[in-house]
């Protein structure tokens, strides 16, 4: 019977989308860049030497998706014949965030525009900041202004510990941030905390208020592994939605659960790295009921490397995930399908520290469907693919393929 397994390789964009100078974001290209850079050997550290080398992606068809994206033929990764059924997705949703991202690919693009604070100092409004000062009994905050999460930590931790302030700050996706330090201020204090600031955001139509616990001391602070995001529940009849009132199993691995606000999300399974939720990939998929879903996200990409804008890292960081492949294909039942995907770009040789506005790569693995293009998708079409594929009923938008 058929299963389908849906991959977000979080941030893996393949080329600027037609409207990325609206964002700030011409010439941005994820996986075109990185390529590039290894080509180069501006990638030879830390381990890793010589050229991009992700043989299991690129046999289903990335460098002719990307090609297909940027118009750019990038080294030998699109001289192959592919394997699998490939493409490339557009987003529709207003945004470049997360939430929009993974909405989309459901099958239920952002129906609104994401509320987003300015880029001042303070950038948050004042009655926003009293509200929060009320609620989690605070007698101030820290920062109040666009930052990058791990400099931002370095440059108030210190006055964080000794006043106790939360650390307050955004960027320029739909996100209010919240770090604290685990022991000092507390983890539950800070979910707490986050939890009702979520409430406060709604009227802003603010996408997701994020929980950014930290541990260490000055000069070596670092975050912990217990994000959590507080998300905007996402429209009606997303494929999740579908799938879970008809019945199915539905598994979610990494931050669906929080990125859906725990909306029909079924197991919800969570990791600490890329490699911990590959690992749960592959505990899970035995056991994945006739009919069912499997929705994973593998963030190290985009919270390790893309935000970081290390080249180099995010380079090892594809390399690894694209050498366990064997594994999970050794799992797949003769009527699986895998689909690869991203939910935005995040070029880490780019300006600034945000996610870039591109184009994502669609590559699908089956046995099922003859390989061969797909063409540009909208982001949706992937959700109502899987819809059909599984005789669910349809998605509100996307064209499915087949």
């Given at each position: 019977?058929?299963?389908?397994?849906?991959?977000?390789?979080?941030?893996?964009?393949?080329?600027?989308?037609?409207?990325?100078?609206?964002?700030?974001?011409?010439?941005?290209?994820?996986?075109?860049?990185?390529?590039?850079?290894?080509?180069?050997?501006?990638?030879?550290?830390?381990?890793?030497?010589?050229?991009?080398?992700?043989?299991?992606?690129?046999?289903?068809?990335?460098?002719?998706?990307?090609?297909?994206?940027?118009?750019?033929?990038?080294?030998?990764?699109?001289?192959n014949t592919p394997t699998g059924m490939w493409g490339y997705g557009i987003e529709e949703s207003r945004g470049k965030d997360t939430p929009s991202?993974?909405?989309?690919?459901?099958?239920?693009?952002?129906?609104?525009?994401?509320?987003?604070?300015?880029?001042?100092?303070?950038?948050?409004?004042?009655?926003?900041?009293?509200?929060?000062?009320?609620?989690?009994?605070?007698?101030?905050?820290?920062?109040?202004?666009?930052?990058?999460?791990?400099?931002?930590?370095?440059?108030?931790?210190?006055?964080?510990?000794?006043?106790?302030?939360?650390?307050?700050?955004?960027?320029?996706?739909?996100?209010?941030?919240?770090?604290?330090?685990?022991?000092?201020?507390?983890?539950?204090?800070?979910?707490?905390?986050?939890?009702?600031?979520?409430?406060?955001?709604?009227?802003?139509?603010?996408?997701?208020?994020?929980?950014?616990?930290?541990?260490?001391?000055?000069?070596?602070?670092?975050?912990?592994?217990?994000?959590?995001?507080?998300?905007?529940?996402?429209?009606?009849?997303?494929?999740?939605?579908?799938?879970?009132?008809?019945?199915?199993?539905?598994?979610?691995?990494?931050?669906?659960?929080?990125?859906?606000?725990?909306?029909f999300t079924g197991t919800e399974k969570k990791g600490a790295s890329n490699d911990e939720h590959f690992d749960i990939l592959l505990a899970s998929?035995?056991?994945?009921?006739?009919?069912?879903?499997?929705?994973?996200?593998?963030?190290?990409?985009?919270?390790?490397?893309?935000?970081?804008?290390?080249?180099?890292?995010?380079?090892?960081?594809?390399?690894?995930?694209?050498?366990?492949?064997?594994?999970?294909?050794?799992?797949?039942?003769?009527?699986?399908?895998?689909?690869?995907?991203?939910?935005?770009?995040?070029?880490?040789?780019?300006?600034?520290?945000?996610?870039?506005?591109?184009?994502?790569?669609?590559?699908?693995?089956?046995?099922?469907?003859?390989?061969?293009?797909?063409?540009?998708?909208?982001?949706?079409?992937?959700?109502?693919?899987?819809?059909?594929?599984?005789?669910l009923p349809a998605t509100p938008y996307g064209i499915s393929w087949i």
């Amino acid at each position: 019977m058929a299963r389908v397994i849906l991959i977000v390789l979080d941030s893996f964009g393949c080329g600027e989308a037609a409207d990325a100078p609206e964002y700030g974001d011409k010439g941005a290209d994820t996986f075109g860049h990185i390529a590039e850079y290894c080509a180069l050997g501006r990638c030879d550290e830390r381990g890793r030497r010589g050229a991009l080398f992700l043989p299991h992606l690129t046999a289903l068809g990335l460098g002719h998706a990307a090609k297909a994206s940027s118009g750019i033929h990038r080294l030998d990764f699109a001289d192959n014949t592919p394997t699998g059924m490939w493409g490339y997705g557009i987003e529709e949703s207003r945004g470049k965030d997360t939430p929009s991202g993974h909405w989309e690919i459901v099958g239920t693009p952002v129906p609104f525009k994401w509320g987003y604070f300015p880029h001042k100092i303070p950038c948050f409004p004042d009655e926003l900041i009293q509200n929060m000062l009320k609620i989690g009994h605070l007698g101030g905050m820290l920062a109040n202004c666009h930052a990058s999460g791990t400099q931002v930590i370095d440059e108030f931790g210190e006055e964080h510990m000794r006043t106790g302030f939360p650390i307050c700050y955004t960027s320029v996706d739909s996100v209010l941030q919240i770090a604290a330090h685990e022991q000092i201020f507390g983890l539950q204090r800070l979910y707490d905390l986050c939890k009702l600031t979520r409430r406060l955001c709604d009227s802003y139509n603010i996408g997701r208020v994020i929980a950014r616990p930290f541990v260490g001391n000055t000069g070596d602070f670092h975050r912990t592994a217990n994000r959590k995001d507080f998300a905007m529940p996402p429209p009606a009849n997303t494929l999740l939605e579908l799938a879970v009132t008809q019945g199915r199993e539905v598994i979610t691995i990494g931050k669906i659960g929080d990125i859906f606000a725990h909306r029909f999300t079924g197991t919800e399974k969570k990791g600490a790295s890329n490699d911990e939720h590959f690992d749960i990939l592959l505990a899970s998929l035995p056991h994945l009921a006739d009919c069912g879903l499997i929705f994973a996200n593998f963030v190290d990409f985009d919270t390790e490397f893309g935000h970081r804008r290390d080249v180099s890292g995010y380079a090892a960081c594809l390399e690894a995930f694209d050498a366990r492949l064997p594994e999970l294909y050794a799992l797949l039942q003769p009527d699986d399908v895998v689909i690869f995907t991203a939910d935005h770009g995040n070029d880490p040789t780019f300006k600034g520290t945000d996610h870039t506005r591109e184009h994502v790569p669609i590559l699908v693995k089956s046995t099922v469907f003859e390989p061969g293009p797909i063409g540009a998708r909208g982001m949706a079409d992937i959700g109502q693919f899987v819809c059909k594929y599984l005789k669910l009923p349809a998605t509100p938008y996307g064209i499915s393929w087949i």
